[in-house]
């Protein structure tokens, strides 16, 4: 658990909060959401969601596939609730129907230090 040392005096305090234990079940829908999110198709579409609606075709030529592709991706992230749709006009407009998702997302992208430089075994090349 980490401690951070208090500004006042040199004594740490243990800022986790204390935690129960988990439910299997609970476990589970957890890494299905990792599951549905491990497919880097999928992770795109809802990156992309997260800036704001857009319809099949728009994310078929933004995530780079074809749009039959990308509906199936979107029926199974529908399917999980993670995006929902309404329609607008004669076309599907999709959004993230969880906003705990997209911070989820927006914490797993930013995770990674973004490389200025090419490495190769550890070392700059």
Request: net charge neutral.
């Amino acid at each position: 658990m980490p401690r951070y040392p208090q500004l006042e005096d040199d004594v740490t305090e243990d800022v986790s909060p204390p935690r129960a234990p988990i439910a299997a079940a609970e476990l589970h829908a957890s890494a299905a959401l990792f599951g549905m999110l491990a497919a880097t198709a999928r992770l795109h579409i809802i990156w992309l969601l997260c800036e704001g609606e857009r319809d099949v075709g728009t994310l078929a030529t933004e995530v780079g596939q074809t749009v039959a592709a990308v509906s199936q991706h979107l029926a199974k992230l529908k399917l999980a609730g993670l995006v929902r749709a309404r329609r607008e006009g004669r076309r599907m407009v999709y959004l993230v129907d969880d906003p705990g998702v997209a911070e989820i997302v927006a914490l797993a992208l930013g995770h990674h230090p973004r490389r200025d430089h090419r490495t190769r075994g550890g070392r700059t090349a």
